[in-house]
C-alpha cells in the first residue's frame, strides 16, 4: 500500500504560464494520485489568473487539492478564485478536510492557508492593539482547524497537511531572518506534532530551504521554483521511512 502524492506551491499562474503549466500537468499523467497545491495559485489574486491553473490543473487527469496563499488574496477576489478553482473540480481547502480514496488506500488532506506568526526570537505577541490581537488570533484559527481536521481524519490510511505559510523555522533557512514572522508560525506545529500526519507541505519561502521536520513528521516547503514539473512523494506504508522524493514533469 502507497500512494504518490505530486505538490506544487507557490505555481503564480497568469497568462505567461500558460504553456509550462500545461505541461506540467500532462506531465503527471500515469504518474502520480493525487495532485496537491500549496497556495499562491495567481500572481495578483485576480480570477482569470485562477483560469489558466484551473483549465491546466484538468489536464493531469487526477483529483487536485488546494490551499490559497496570500497571494490569491491580493486583489480581494479570493473567494472567486476558489469558484474559478472548484468549477473545475478542485478541491479547496481552508480551515477544512478531505479525503480521497486511491484505489482502496483512504488519504486524507487537511488543508488551510495558514498565517503570520513567527518562530522563537520573533514571535507576534497575544498583546497590544486589537489589530495585532487579531493577527494572533487568526494563526490561531488556523492552528485550531489543523488540530480539528487531523482528529477528523485520524483513520485514514494517510494523512497530509497542506499549507501555504510555513509550520517550521527548518525550511524558512535560506530566507532572510528578518522577516521569519512573516513567512509562518510555530503555533500551526503543535497539532502537527500532537498528531503526527505522515506528510506536511506548505509554500510561501521562495528562497527556502526544501526538507524540514516537526518530530518524527517529514515536512517540505515545495514553494522552489516550478517550471514544468511537480515535486512527486511515494509515501509507503512502512511509516518510519521517510517518504522518497523526484521531480516528475
Ligand atoms: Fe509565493
Ligand atoms: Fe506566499
Redesign the pocket.
Known amino acids: 500500500m502507497g500512494i504518490r502524492v505530486a505538490a506544487a506551491g507557490?505555481v503564480?499562474a497568469d497568462a505567461s504560464r500558460r504553456v509550462d503549466l500545461q505541461a506540467a500537468f500532462t506531465g503527471l499523467r500515469g504518474k502520480a494520485d493525487i495532485v496537491l497545491l500549496a497556495g499562491?495559485l495567481t500572481t495578483h489574486g485576480r480570477p482569470e489568473e485562477a483560469q489558466v491553473l484551473a483549465e491546466a490543473s484538468q489536464l493531469a487527469g487526477l483529483p487536485v487539492f488546494s490551499v490559497l496563499?496570500n497571494?490569491d488574496w491580493h486583489s480581494d477576489h479570493a473567494a472567486e478564485v476558489s469558484a474559478v478553482m472548484q468549477e473545475a473540480g478542485v478541491t479547496v481547502l481552508d480551515r477544512s478536510w478531505a479525503t480521497c480514496d486511491v484505489d482502496g488506500t483512504q488519504v486524507g488532506i487537511v488543508g488551510t492557508k495558514g498565517f503570520v506568526g513567527g518562530f522563537p526570537g520573533s514571535h507576534l505577541p497575544d498583546f497590544g492593539e486589537p489589530l495585532l490581537r487579531q493577527v494572533y488570533a487568526e494563526t490561531g484559527r488556523d492552528a485550531a482547524a489543523i488540530h480539528e481536521g487531523l482528529r477528523a481524519t485520524e483513520d485514514c490510511d494517510f494523512r497530509i497537511v497542506l499549507l501555504h505559510y510555513s509550520p517550521t523555522l527548518m525550511t524558512l533557512q535560506g530566507e532572510r531572518p528578518e522577516i521569519s514572522v512573516l513567512l509562518g508560525s510555530d503555533r500551526l506545529a503543535h497539532p502537527i506534532a500532537d498528531h503526527v500526519p505522515d506528510l506536511v507541505l506548505h509554500?510561501?519561502a521562495?528562497a527556502g530551504r526544501f526538507e524540514g521536520t516537526i518530530g518524527t513528521v517529514p515536512v517540505f516547503n515545495v514553494?522552489l521554483p516550478m517550471k514544468r514539473e511537480f515535486w512527486v512523494f511515494d509515501l509507503s506504508a512502512d511509516r518510519p521511512r521517510a517518504p522518497e522524493y523526484a521531480l516528475v514533469g
Open positions: 507557490d503564480h499562491d496563499g497571494h509554500g510561501h521562495h514553494a
